[in-house]
């Protein structure tokens, strides 16, 4: 199947401080990315569909201004979290669906857990 | 609001059973169907995709699918204490850029 990276796999920060993950897609090229959510125990949660050259779409309830994405290539999405707290300690999947077809499922990225102190 | 509906489990069954695990969703649009495997502390990882009535089979697997009632569900033959992780149901309408609406997971542990 397609490949999709993610990195990193784990950071551990300090409140206050912004966190960049990066989401590449290997062996395909993805004009739309997505970004989910996945707290302990819960199911996934998508937080916004990332759109090469235009501005990313966000869930209800997610803040745009907190969650930044940044779409800036067919094969590279990035989420920051700026000022992280707390409560945004999660594990964070992106995903990304080959452009060539839109039945294509959905391939993953193996996440990043992010843990706020 | 389109949902998708599993049974959270968990499910068990015993090494060498068949794990059925069930899937309903409410949005007739649907066109495309998957199940996603996910152990603790991993990402999804895609084990079948189903866009047609009827069966599909892959190995171990079977993916049934049923339009009419809305329903889609997963066999599991010969189960393994290494199948024992959460199945994620999903779906998409077949629109450009739609993300999957995924289930909450169904939990199975296959027992030795």
């Known amino acids: 199947g397609a490949v999709v990276s993610q990195h990193p796999s784990r950071v551990i920060c300090k409140s206050g401080t912004s966190v960049k993950i990066e989401c590449r897609s290997l062996d395909f090229q993805a004009t739309t990315m997505f970004w989910y959510r996945q707290f302990p125990k819960q199911s996934l949660m998508l937080m916004a569909t990332?759109?090469?050259?235009?501005?990313?779409?966000?869930e209800q309830g997610v803040e745009k201004d907190k969650f930044l994405i940044n779409h800036a290539s067919l094969t590279l999405s990035t989420l920051t979290v700026t000022s992280a707290h707390p409560e945004d300690s999660s594990f964070y999947i992106c995903s990304a669906r080959d452009n060539r077809g839109g039945t294509a499922p959905l391939y993953f990225g193996p996440g990043t857990r992010l843990t706020v102190l | 609001q389109k949902e998708v509906e599993q049974n959270s489990g968990p499910l068990s069954v015993p090494e060498g059973a068949i794990a059925s695990l069930n899937c309903t969703y409410s949005?007739?649009?649907?066109?495309?169907f998957f199940w996603y495997r996910q152990y603790s502390g991993k990402s999804p990882e895609l084990i079948m995709s189903i866009y047609s009535n009827g069966d599909k089979e892959d190995g171990r697997f079977t993916a049934q699918l049923n339009k009419a009632s809305q329903y889609v569900s997963l066999l599991i033959r010969d189960s393994q204490p290494s199948d024992s992780a959460t199945y994620l149901c999903?779906?998409?309408?077949?629109?450009?850029?739609?993300?999957?609406?995924f289930g909450k997971g169904t939990t199975l542990s296959v027992s030795s």
């Open positions: 999903a779906v998409n309408v077949n629109q450009a850029g739609t993300a999957l609406i």
């Open positions: 949005d007739r649009g649907s066109q495309s």
């Open positions: 990332s759109n090469e050259g235009s501005k990313a779409t966000y």
